[in-house]
Antibody
Framework: QVHLVQSGAEVRKPGASVKVSCKTSGYMFAFFYLSWVRQAPGQGLEWVGNINPTNGVTDYAQKFQDRLTMTNDTSTATVHMHLGGLTSEDTAVYYC???????????WGQGTLVTVSS | QSALAQPASVSGSPGQSITISCSVSTGDFGRNDYVAWYQQYPGEVPKVLIYNVNRRPSGVSDRFSGSKSGNTASLTISGLQPEDEAIYYCSLDTDPHIHFGGGTALKVL
């Protein structure tokens, strides 16, 4: 059974950075891209970026290009998302999700609330 | 960059069928069949209902169906039930990017 388990909620001050982790299990880690999607309070879904666990190649949404880093650890089947230069607009639930061959996100982590507040 | 437009809300009575549209603002979907639909209840994780335009993952009710024509993809829910009240999102994978629609709140009257 596929499981994606994310790290716990975080609170940061403006200008700080945050790292969110997503540990996967129940499938071959290298076979599926992982995506990060965020959802601000009361808002819709917003794609943040993808990582290819096989080689660590990443693709980021343009708005995050200069402050986002995604990495993976194949030894623990875990991916990490590091977002810097936080502002209040980054307050959101961040989800990791497994991407299938068609681009659909077929399994999701439980979400991690990141709150940016002074 | 593709932008996907969905109606903010739709409603229907139990037993009826409703359709939620998802339109590409520029051009059309063309040969891209990487359209998916998600259902999200308040405070819960999104769940994929439809992938590849019209395929259902195992365990998803056959009351949910998807289609695509020109610049519009559609999600149809037949035999509407109270538990269908949720927010529905369409998505399009333009490799390597994923685009989401703004979401449609379904109200079951």
């Amino acid at each position: 059974q596929v499981h994606l388990v994310q790290s716990g909620a975080e609170v940061r001050k403006p200008g700080a950075s945050v790292k969110v982790s997503c540990k996967t299990s129940g499938y071959m880690f290298a076979f599926f891209y992982l995506s990060w999607v965020r959802q601000a309070p009361g808002q819709g879904l917003e794609w943040v970026g993808n990582i290819n666990p096989t080689n660590g190649v990443t693709d980021y949404a343009q708005k995050f290009q200069d402050r986002l880093t995604m990495t993976n650890d194949t030894s623990t089947a875990t991916v990490h998302m590091h977002l810097g230069g936080l502002t209040s607009e980054d307050t959101a639930v961040y989800y990791c999700a497994r991407m299938d061959w068609s681009g659909a996100l077929d399994s999701w982590g439980q979400g991690t609330l990141v709150t940016v507040s002074s | 960059q593709s932008a996907l437009a969905q109606p903010a809300s739709v409603s229907g009575s139990p037993g009826q069928s409703i359709t939620i549209s998802c339109s590409v603002s520029t051009g059309d979907f063309g040969r891209n069949d990487y359209v998916a639909w998600y259902q999200q209840y308040p405070g819960e994780v999104p769940k994929v209902l439809i992938y590849n335009v019209n395929r259902r993952p195992s365990g998803v009710s056959d009351r949910f169906s998807g289609s695509k024509s020109g610049n519009t993809a559609s999600l149809t829910i037949s035999g509407l039930q109270p538990e269908d009240e949720a927010i529905y999102y369409c998505s399009l994978d333009t490799d390597p990017h994923i685009h989401f629609g703004g979401g449609t709140a379904l109200k079951v009257l």
